[in-house]
């Protein structure tokens, strides 16, 4: 291993321990829902006037959701049968909770997507541009994030809708931010139409406003009656849509 490489790979750990530090965080995909947190929506809750909780993890290093430059990581494996090679490379414990990061983004990323999806997880805007490329056939694509908090913002306030835009119904690749040493998104496309994504603006109790994205999945038919979205809404699949935010972590691809 040259010194490049090792200076690297120091940097990598660097960023993953500041990540895997980085608080507790309610994640949609864990299923972990604080009860009183309006984690997921109606497209009428989102209506001006309408007052929800909300909740906004703090985002202790913004860099660490930059995307790598592809020669920086090409040579590095990303699958888990490399797991060993990749902890010796990384200096990594087996059991420390980096470990347990980087195992758990390989699974996410080698697991079958859900019925009715295709997915695919991005290790760099080449992989994510060519992949919004397969599903939309143009590499012409918006990317939107929601944006990061002030850190004088309290992370969970009431909020009340001043506006609500939809911009975009059809195609959609959200992307989840993925732990692991260097940024990883996993991507997917529902193959039902009718998506939709909008922009809306909240004001805080503390008078903050903030402007994230919302994304609704329309049709629920195919999910998962047990999905803690579904029940936090009381629906059955298919019975309603289902609208969350998209946290300031992830991405949303639409096209041009
Ligand atoms: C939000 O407002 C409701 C109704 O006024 C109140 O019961 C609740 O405690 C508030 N939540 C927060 C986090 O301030
Ligand atoms: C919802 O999606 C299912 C496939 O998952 C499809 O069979 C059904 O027709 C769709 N419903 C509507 C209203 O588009």
Sequence with gaps: MGNEV??????????????????????????????????YSLIKDLDVGNTWPFYFPPIQDPT?????????????????????????????????????AIKQTLEVCESE???GEVSHCATSVESLIDFARQVFGSDRVTILRSPLLSDSTPPVQNYTVLESKEIWTGKMI???????????YHC???????NKAFIVSLRGDNGDTVTPVFICHVNTSSWDANYVGLRALGRKPGESELCHLLPAKDQLLLPK
């Design 188 to 194: 997917h496309f529902e193959l039902v139409s009718g």
């Design 113 to 115: 997507p859900e019925v």
């Design 6 to 39: 090792v200076y690297c790979s120091c940097i990598l750990l660097l960023l993953l321990l500041v990540e895997v530090g980085g608080g507790v965080g309610v994640s949609m995909e864990q299923g972990q829902v604080i009860p009183w947190i309006k984690a």
């Design 174 to 184: 959200p992307c989840h931010y993925q732990p692991y040493p260097y940024a990883v």
């Design 64 to 100: 660490s959701l930059e995307f790598f430059p592809e020669d920086q990581i090409r040579d590095i494996p990303f699958s888990s049968e490399a797991l060993p090679q990749l902890l010796r490379f990384f200096s990594l414990s087996p059991d420390s909770p980096q470990a347990r």
